[in-house]
């Protein structure tokens, strides 16, 4: 048979390699002028392949639609990635969070592996190619690709274009439009592992602190409810907040009931725990060792031993103590205060930035019109779906790599 893979990402170089496999002559159609380049960027560049935990655990980091994708991660493993790239000669480690990487710590050596097995399932690999159009017969069966303005003969679709994130990858939704001109709905499309937005002020004046080893929760203080909790980096920008940490809180906000009215009237905070490994009675006693050690000082040169000297300023503002007082003459109060804030610093979170700047889509084609045993169309007969076009999203961790090369791998084996 013959068979169009379109888009040649992790989830699109998968699907040709199994079509290939089960015996069809597959030509994969890629609009960049490499295959893989979203892999590039994930991980910091590093590429977090997959992660450690059995793969039935997957399903729980999956909060979009995690129970579509139990045949697909049945069919193609953690482990079987991991034993591909490994033929491949990528090495890998595992890190905090049970996730994978490759030792090198470059994204390429996975990107490169991947096309190299493409390559060697002799699959035909057309690079700078825009697909336009599905065509169907009179039956209304897949029969043909439209391919800037040329009509390619297929038995069977693969469309596996990504999401909307990062679009300068080449994921702009034109799969969405493909798969709506030919019936299918398509869910909301929003931006999930996106950053955060506040507009008070206090992020610009921190932008560009890294904190590490630190607890933060999301609360909606209106319904005095902890919408999420994480231990690990975060990140102050010009416009919020980032990081990994805040990245996977957005996968939860995103579900939560009114959550753009509750972010504009200022009802959901973010808290964060400055020294989490100490608690506000061992954290009173190490400032007063600090006073201590600092008496004849001034308040505004006290803290440089426990904080990091960007967030110095502010939390003396939040402190309410007269940073020219000595350190001396500071009291109980003043130093319970102080104690909260390190322990509770809080900013209002007002909006999520565009799905241009997600790690991953939230949304796409709805799951009940696909077969979750072989990614076929239920409208379409002849269409297949893999990867992040599919209305499946996970948190960080190499759980979305893992969905696009199982979604991929089944849809290329049926």
Do not use: W
Not at 165 to 189: E, F
Request: charged content about 30%.
């Amino acid at each position: 048979m013959d068979i169009i893979v379109i888009g040649g990402g992790p989830a699109g170089m998968m699907a040709a390699i199994s079509s290939s496999k089960a015996g069809n002559q597959v030509t994969l159609i890629e609009k960049n002028n490499i295959l893989g380049k979203k892999i590039l960027i994930t991980g910091k560049g590093r590429c977090n392949i997959t992660n450690a935990i059995d793969i039935k655990e997957f399903i729980n980091n999956v909060p979009g639609n995690g129970k579509f994708l139990y045949s697909a991660f049945d069919n193609f493993t953690n482990i079987d990635i991991l034993e591909l790239l490994k033929k491949e000669g990528v090495e890998v480690k595992k890190e905090r969070g049970n996730r994978y990487f490759p030792v090198s710590d470059k994204a390429e050596d996975v990107r490169v592996a991947l096309e190299r097995q493409v390559k060697k399932s002799r699959v035909q690999i057309k690079l700078d190619c825009k697909a336009d159009k599905i065509e169907l017969d009179s039956e209304g069966k897949v029969n043909a690709v439209i391919v800037d303005g040329k009509r390619f003969k297929a038995d069977k679709v693969i469309l596996a274009t990504g999401g909307k994130s990062y679009p300068l990858t080449g994921s702009t939704g034109d799969g969405y439009i493909m798969a709506q001109n030919l019936g299918h709905t398509i869910t909301d499309i929003k931006g999930s592992l996106v950053p955060l937005i506040s507009k008070n002020g206090t992020c610009k004046k921190l932008q560009g602190l890294s904190l590490r080893n630190v607890a933060v929760e999301i609360a909606d203080i209106e319904a005095n409810k902890k919408i999420y909790d994480d231990f690990g980096e975060m990140l102050f920008t010009h416009f919020g907040v980032s990081g990994p940490t805040i990245l996977s809180s957005s996968a939860h906000l995103l579900r939560y009931k009114n959550i753009e009215e509750k972010m504009n009237s200022n009802k959901i905070v973010l808290k964060i725990d400055l020294k989490p490994a100490l608690t506000s009675k061992q954290l009173d006693s190490r400032i007063l060792r600090d006073f201590e050690e600092m008496k004849n000082k001034q308040f505004k040169n006290s803290l440089d031993k426990l904080l990091p000297k960007k967030i110095i300023e502010v939390i003396i503002e939040k402190s309410g103590i007269n940073k020219e007082k000595p350190v001396n003459e500071i009291t109980k109060q003043e130093r319970q205060k102080l104690v909260e804030i390190i322990k509770c610093f809080e900013i209002n979170i007002n909006g999520f930035r565009p799905v241009e700047e997600a790690i991953v889509t939230a949304g796409g084609i709805n799951i009940k019109e696909i077969n979750p045993k072989t990614m076929e169309s239920k409208i379409v007969k002849g269409l297949y779906f893999a990867g992040e076009i599919i209305d499946v999203d996970a948190y960080t961790g190499g759980f979305n790599l893992q969905i696009a090369y199982s979604t991929g791998y089944t849809a290329g084996m049926n």
